[in-house]
């Protein structure tokens, strides 16, 4: 039988966590407090480490630690003791860049799974072999300056027990394969060592010497210049292409993100993945432009597809962020059609809005009929303050874990 690819999505810490496993997600990948690339992210500690891990297996999905950092000697003792804390905690993988630390997890922590990280650059099938000997890695996340053409020819000649691994959405960095000095360089923060600021998402101008002060402008948008900020992947419509070319793993790329992020970009690829391994490429493709009008509904820059089908076109400078949805509340318990149901509010909307309840089975759209204050009772046509508890009725059954989101009121099209 045919093996099915991974949809493997990011987490942050718990919210997202829960968000990625409801809305389809096969695997998860995050990191603990230390030894990880998002030192900024929540992460999670051992003990949530442990939860998150059963709560992944419970519902049938794994779970991925990453410890992509580029360790020094001095880190090297923790390291090992945190990848042993983490095989206890039941991780099904380490997802490490260093071959040092690959060879020496492989020594001593030989029940933690070796996922080689994209940091570590791999280009070619005699790097992959080599770790896959030497280091015992199962899985090769590869750099994301491959084409599929080249991830075609690498799988050719590898053992098939090594599993590939590759990016398919989100944002991308300017340095190869994200191995950057630009934020040390800038602020003192590597991003190697898991605290990149991102300066390449600020806003940059010229300034011409002998005119201190006047900023001239490179190429803008009406959000401002971006002339270091790489487009963001997204390869949804080529998912038969990445499964011919041998891919395993599908990754979202995004543990800085939302949980509404992670819950609306698995949500559209789960429903991708399923309509073409389970009804057919005709039936993806025919649901493709309404699942490309999805992802838009979420905070992205423009998106291209990476090096896989060549040098990325265009090859530099982006937008910045854009969405032409906001996530406006959770519900926050089942509740039959017509039934109000208990939301707690994110973003202020009113009554008479149309908004969209995000389902695992999709989003449905719906008016705004009423809401009431549940602390009060008292019918309002709107509140203000995140995290206020309302009661309002839906036009067709809502569960606990749906997200609601309406027009983003400073969009501009």
Not at 109 to 137: C, D
């Amino acid at each position: 039988m045919e093996q099915r690819m991974e949809l493997l999505a990011p987490v942050g810490g718990m919210e997202q966590l829960k968000a990625a496993l409801r809305f389809g997600a096969d695997a998860v990948y995050g990191g603990m407090r230390r030894y990880g690339l998002r030192a900024f992210a929540g992460n999670f500690d051992l003990d949530e480490l442990k939860v998150a891990a059963d709560l992944a297996h419970r519902q049938g999905a794994k779970l991925y630690v990453t410890m992509n950092i580029l360790p020094t000697d001095e880190d090297l003792p923790g390291f090992v003791e945190a990848a042993k804390d983490a095989a206890q905690a039941g991780a099904d993988a380490a997802i490490v860049s260093d071959l040092g630390a690959c060879l020496l997890l492989h020594e001593r922590v030989p029940s933690l799974p070796i996922h080689v990280s994209t940091q570590a650059n791999v280009l070619n099938s005699v790097t992959a072999r080599h770790l896959h000997e030497a280091a015992g890695a199962e899985r090769i996340v590869l750099s994301r300056e491959l084409s599929l053409k080249d991830i075609a020819a690498m799988k050719k000649s590898l053992p098939p027990e090594l599993e590939l691994e590759a990016f398919v959405h989100g944002a991308m960095c300017v340095a190869y394969s994200g191995r950057c000095l630009l934020s040390a360089a800038l602020t003192g923060r590597s991003g190697n060592r898991g605290a990149c600021a991102q300066p390449c998402r600020w806003q940059y101008h010229l300034t011409e010497e002998k005119r201190p002060g006047e900023y001239l402008p490179v190429c803008e948008d009406d959000r401002g210049t971006y002339l270091y900020s790489a487009y963001d992947l997204c390869m949804l419509p080529y998912l038969p292409e990445l499964k011919q070319a041998g891919i395993r793993s599908l990754k979202i790329e995004g543990r800085m993100k939302t949980a509404y992020y992670v819950a609306s970009v698995v949500s559209v690829y789960r429903r991708a993945l399923d309509l073409l391994e389970l009804k057919g490429e005709a039936a993806y493709r025919q649901a493709l432009p309404s699942l490309l009008e999805e992802l838009q509904k979420v905070s992205h820059r423009a998106s291209n597809t990476g090096f896989y089908f060549g040098a990325p076109s265009p090859a530099a400078g982006a937008v910045g962020f854009c969405q032409t949805m906001e996530y406006v509340g959770d519900v926050m318990e089942d509740a039959p059609e017509g039934t109000p149901a208990l939301v707690k509010l994110k973003n202020r909307f009113f009554v008479g809005d149309p908004l969209e309840a995000l389902t695992p089975k999709g989003s449905f759209p719906f008016t705004v009929t009423a809401m009431t204050l549940e602390e009060t009772g008292e019918a309002v046509q709107t509140a203000s303050v995140a995290g206020t508890l309302l009661r309002m009725p839906f036009p067709f059954p809502v569960s606990r874990g749906d997200l609601l989101r309406g027009p983003n009121r400073n969009h501009q099209s």
